[in-house]
């Protein structure tokens, strides 16, 4: 059955509007407006509220790049919030960046609830986060007491996610700046294994040495690779896919080809999605779990 996942209790974040192609929400106490290609609707709120609500938009000027304009003139650069699920208590520095992303996708926080607690069921757990961006999934897993790999291609992001980590007052976990891909291919040829694993690949990028990365061309050799190092008994698997030309289903068959023997286990599919104000979903990307038994 497909689910909706929509988080809750992320007092830090609001989707406050959609619409026209652009999404207007709070992260903490600023406002930003930014492109939304799924947004197809008409908006709830006028044009005039948008601009009076907003501190700042980002303005696209090419494919994947463009500029912020500040409508508040005291907006900051950057700014700090904060995510709380059961004891776990971590914390995110945002910054605009040229890329439209401020540092979180606050629609993952329903997964990071997911994560702790899967963690909290087994005694230190390792877990794998694999293209791990600034760290949300790998805070929630060592907060919950897990041995974590954070693993993502490029060094500023994973330098990034170390900020976070001291801001969310933990310590101690890997990090790698390497290309993920490459690395599960030789944890397999290692024989390793983990508890948990998180996977979250872009639809395209590059590795720290040129490697280039298309979701569809290399997600099935990706999937076998991740499924030989999960272990087989107490383990759990996230993953996430952001490509609008992947549906829920794409990813459960992808699990169950290569993970024939853990479908005795629950197997969670459906959409991430944010809630506005006005009640509309926003969708946010699909996703499959592998619950552990």
Request: hydrophobic letters at 40%; a positive charge; proline letters at 5%.
């Given at each position: 059955?497909?689910?909706?996942?929509?988080?809750?209790g992320?007092k830090d974040?609001?989707l406050?509007?959609?619409?026209?192609?652009?999404?207007?929400?709070?992260?903490?106490?600023?406002?930003?407006?930014?492109?939304?290609?799924q947004?197809?609707?008409?908006r709830?709120?006028s044009?005039?509220?948008?601009?009076?609500?907003a501190?700042?938009r980002f303005?696209?000027a090419?494919s994947?790049?463009?500029?912020?304009?500040?409508?508040?003139?005291?907006?900051?650069?950057?700014?700090?919030?904060?995510?709380s699920?059961?004891?776990?208590?971590?914390?995110f520095?945002?910054?605009?960046?040229?890329?439209?992303h401020?540092?979180i996708?606050?629609?993952?926080?329903?997964?990071?609830?997911?994560i702790y607690?899967?963690?909290?069921?087994?005694?230190?757990?390792k877990?794998?986060?694999?293209?791990a961006?600034?760290?949300?999934?790998?805070l929630?897993a060592?907060?919950?007491g897990?041995?974590?790999?954070?693993?993502?291609s490029i060094r500023?992001v994973?330098?990034?996610?170390n900020?976070?980590?001291?801001?969310?007052k933990?310590n101690?976990?890997r990090?790698l700046?390497?290309?993920a891909f490459?690395?599960v291919?030789?944890?397999?040829?290692r024989?390793r294994?983990?508890h948990?694993i998180?996977?979250?690949?872009?639809?395209w990028g590059h590795g720290?040495?040129g490697?280039?990365?298309?979701?569809?061309?290399?997600?099935?050799?990706?999937?076998?690779?991740?499924?030989?190092?999960?272990d087989?008994?107490?383990?759990f698997l996230?993953?996430n896919?952001?490509?609008?030309?992947?549906?829920?289903?794409?990813?459960?068959?992808l699990?169950?080809?290569?993970?024939?023997?853990?479908?005795?286990?629950k197997?969670?599919?459906?959409?991430?999605?944010?809630?506005?104000?006005?009640?509309?979903?926003l969708?946010?990307?699909v996703?499959?779990?592998?619950?552990?038994k």
């Amino acid at each position: 059955m497909i689910q909706i996942g929509i988080p809750k209790g992320f007092k830090d974040y609001e989707l406050i509007d959609s619409g026209n192609n652009e999404k207007l929400e709070r992260f903490g106490r600023y406002v930003l407006c930014r492109p939304e290609p799924q947004a197809v609707w008409s908006r709830s709120l006028s044009p005039q509220e948008w601009r009076r609500l907003a501190d700042a938009r980002f303005e696209q000027a090419g494919s994947s790049s463009g500029t912020w304009e500040r409508i508040n003139p005291d907006m900051p650069d950057a700014w700090n919030v904060a995510y709380s699920h059961r004891e776990m208590r971590i914390r995110f520095r945002l910054t605009l960046t040229r890329f439209k992303h401020v540092g979180i996708f606050p629609e993952q926080a329903w997964n990071w609830d997911f994560i702790y607690d899967q963690c909290k069921a087994v005694p230190t757990p390792k877990v794998l986060n694999l293209f791990a961006y600034t760290g949300g999934a790998s805070l929630a897993a060592r907060a919950a007491g897990a041995d974590v790999i954070h693993c993502d291609s490029i060094r500023q992001v994973v330098n990034w996610a170390n900020r976070n980590m001291e801001l969310s007052k933990l310590n101690d976990i890997r990090w790698l700046v390497e290309d993920a891909f490459k690395f599960v291919k030789r944890e397999a040829g290692r024989g390793r294994t983990y508890h948990g694993i998180v996977l979250d690949p872009p639809a395209w990028g590059h590795g720290p040495k040129g490697e280039k990365w298309k979701l569809e061309d290399q997600i099935d050799e990706l999937i076998g690779y991740v499924a030989a190092i999960l272990d087989s008994e107490q383990s759990f698997l996230v993953f996430n896919a952001y490509s609008l030309g992947f549906s829920a289903v794409i990813l459960e068959n992808l699990v169950r080809s290569h993970l024939p023997k853990a479908m005795t286990r629950k197997l969670e599919i459906g959409e991430l999605c944010l809630r506005e104000r006005s009640g509309r979903r926003l969708p946010a990307g699909v996703f499959a779990r592998l619950v552990r038994k």
